[in-house]
């Protein structure tokens, strides 16, 4: 198991004092029960004691931030070294070999298992050598040895719980982090989704009223113009568009409910969508243009979704056609052929355009049919008519 960085462990300034703790217990306890030895010794003791302490804070916290293994090796072993020297020439008083105890936990902190043991075991022997080159006697050796032993490993377990704790708090935080952000995430996503709902509910409204209502109020207008045109010449004629057209304001109320109704779901009622086409080409005819409707295949029936489109496609064609085309005939085509498309086309022998400028009723009508996943096509030339395609699943 690989040690993070110092950057994500934190433990480090509980050790530093703990590490400056015993260095000066241990000194204390030697100074208490002082061996026979110069004022000299004593000096060099000092000395050796505040580099162990000085390097065990600022040199440990230098290479554990460089995460590099040689850096870390070295200090070890220049730790390894001064802690030896504390141990021979303090002789074993006041059992100041507890002065190498702090390395333990440092092992555990900055390295991986394998250099973990290979460090520990070194201090082990550091510890042996140190003893053994003061006393020349392996009983001094082997009577401290289980008391260096157990609190090595007392240490070393100690330390690596604390480790397996930090890392498991550091984890959470993440989490934690992670989660808020997260949620901060979706919460700004559900906002956008919100709004991309009402606005698209609003296109659809507004598709809806331009699609119905204004189909119906467009064929009014110009059955009630063409009334006034001639209404002196042939009454009759005239009479025959004016009730027309206030058969078709019954219509368009209804329309208005229905658009209001589809606010909720489209509701297209009990009649078949060729049913429905037939309807409204018998309510848009004019003396001087004529439509005619053609169905290919065997009907059957489509998605609340995919009928409603169609439907909507055609009255905005038959729409426009009345307002812009100039033509005297409109052939609608309704293909069931294809087991799994249907084919609409709306073609006219109008005057065409140049270009084609997406108008409202244009543009709604292929957002309409993107929204079911179909394809849309128009197909214009100047003085050769205004042509429709939709292919749509089906």
């Known amino acids: 198991m690989k040690r993070n960085s110092g950057a994500e462990f934190n433990i480090t300034s509980g050790t530093d004092l703990a590490f400056a703790l015993v260095v000066l217990i241990s000194y204390f306890a030697t100074f208490s029960k002082p061996p026979q030895t110069s004022l000299f010794l004593i000096t060099v003791l000092i000395c050796l004691g505040v580099a162990y302490i000085t390097l065990g804070i600022y ?6 931030q460089l995460g590099k293994l040689l850096p870390k090796l070295i200090y070890f072993g220049l730790q390894l070294i001064i802690g030896g020297l504390i141990v021979y020439f303090g002789k074993g008083a006041g059992f100041n070999a507890f002065i190498l105890l702090p390395l333990v936990a440092h092992t555990a902190m900055t390295l991986n298992q394998d250099w973990m043991l290979v460090a520990n075991a070194s201090i082990f022997m550091t510890y042996v050598l140190s003893i053994m080159s003061y006393t020349n006697a392996w009983t001094t050796v082997w009577s401290g040895l289980p008391t260096f032993f157990a609190g090595q490993v007392f240490i070393l377990i100690f330390t690596e719980m604390a480790y397996t704790e930090q890392q498991a ?3 959470l935080e993440k989490l934690a982090d992670e989660l808020s952000d997260a949620n901060q995430h ?6 956008q989704v919100k709004d991309l709902t009402i606005s698209q509910e609003r296109n659809r409204l507004a598709r809806e009223i331009h699609d119905g209502l204004g189909h119906y109020l467009t064929t009014i207008n110009m059955q ?3 009334a006034l045109v001639i209404i002196k010449k042939e009454p009759s004629q005239a009479v025959h568009l004016l009730e027309n057209a206030q058969g078709l304001t019954t219509d368009a109320l209804l329309e208005v409910r229905n658009s209001v109704s589809s606010l909720r779901e489209d509701n297209i009622g009990d009649l078949s969508l060729q ?16 439509f005619l409707f053609e169905v290919k295949g065997s009907p059957r029936v489509l998605s609340p979704q995919v009928d409603v489109s169609l439907f909507r496609v055609v009255q905005e064609a038959i729409n426009n056609a009345n307002k812009h ?3 005297t005939k409109v052939l609608i085509t309704l293909s069931f052929e294809q087991s799994d498309q249907i084919f609409l086309k709306i073609e006219d022998n109008g005057i065409g355009a140049e270009t084609i400028e997406g108008g409202f009723g244009l543009i709604g009508m292929k957002e309409r049919i993107r929204l079911i996943n179909g394809k849309f096509e128009v197909k214009t030339a100047k003085g050769q008519g205004f042509c429709i395609e939709v292919f749509t699943p089906g």
């Open 59 to 64: 040199g440990f916290a230098f290479v554990d």
């Open 169 to 171: 708090r550091i984890k």
């Open 186 to 191: 979706l919460s700004e996503y559900a906002r």
């Open 224 to 226: 009630i113009k063409a």
């Open 275 to 290: 049913e429905r086409i037939s309807r409204l080409i018998e309510s848009s005819e004019f003396a001087d243009r004529k």
């Open 325 to 327: 085309s100039l033509s």
